[in-house]
T-cell receptor, first 116, second 115 residues
Framework: AQTVTQSQPEMSVQEAETVTLSCTYD???????LFWYKQPPSRQMILVIR??????QNATENRFSVNFQKAAKSFSLKISDSQLGDAAMYFC?????????????FGKGTKLSVKP | EPEVTQTPSHQVTQMGQEVILRCVPI?????FYWYRQILGQKVEFLVS????????KSEIFDDQFSVERPDGSNFTLKIRSTKLEDSAMYFC?????????????FGQGTRLTVV
């Protein structure tokens, strides 16, 4: 079975600085998708960024980028120029590419605080 | 922008009572999910639903749980006889087609408190 581990329960960053959230996963599959979801206090989970395992190039979305290391099974999220609105819970998630109905496997989350 | 909506946002119920959590997925989506997040723990998959039937379920989804799509728009999760340990946030999600990198959209959650 696949597992996702987020080893940082809480992180803090100064506004305008850069922070990296860690995520590792375990799988025997070769094809899968990885996601970072943001859950602000409003509770609704919002997709931040996604990565296909078959792509070597790291995904980027504006201030958000990932460092995907397939061999190491690592998928970290880097937030550049942190803003107050980035404060939230961040969940790393795994999804198989086939043989399932698309259910996501989540890590426990990292609570990010942004200091003004 | 399309969104998944869940009602109620918070429900308090007596142990042993039945509860129904409601979700309206995005209208053209075909796959629907329920997840649960016990306070301080990870978000856990409960069940997926496609073509009017359960397509996959976790070991958490035992006989006290059921899902249905009664009218083509609502997607409900019923807990027949609630236990204290059912207290959690319940999230509904929907996806157009999950066999690619398509995004699963989540609702804002229902906080269930069993007393």
């Amino acid at each position: 079975a696949q597992t996702v581990t987020q080893s940082q329960p809480e992180m803090s960053v100064q506004e305008a600085e850069t922070v990296t959230l860690s995520c590792t996963y375990d799988t025997s599959e070769s094809d899968y998708y990885l996601f970072w979801y943001k859950q602000p206090p409003s509770r609704q989970m919002i997709l931040v960024i996604r990565q296909e395992a078959y792509k070597q190039q790291n995904a980027t979305e504006n201030r958000f980028s990932v460092n995907f290391q397939k061999a190491a099974k690592s998928f970290s999220l880097k937030i550049s120029d942190s803003q107050l609105g980035d404060a939230a819970m961040y969940f790393c998630a795994y999804r198989s590419a086939g043989g399932s109905q698309g259910n996501l496997i989540f890590g426990k989350g990292t609570k990010l605080s942004v200091k003004p | 922008e399309p969104e998944v909506t869940q009602t109620p946002s918070h429900q308090v119920t007596q142990m042993g009572q039945e509860v129904i959590l409601r979700c309206v997925p995005i209208s053209n989506h075909l796959y629907f999910y329920w997840y649960r997040q016990i306070l301080g723990q990870k978000v856990e998959f409960l069940v997926s639903f496609y073509n009017n039937e359960i397509s996959e379920k976790s070991e958490i989804f035992d006989d006290q749980f059921s899902v249905e799509r009664p009218d083509g728009s609502n997607f409900t999760l019923k807990i027949r006889s609630t236990k204290l340990e059912d207290s959690a946030m319940y999230f509904c999600a929907s996806n157009l087609e999950p066999f690619s990198n398509t995004e699963a959209f989540f609702g804002q959650g229902t906080r269930l408190t069993v007393v």
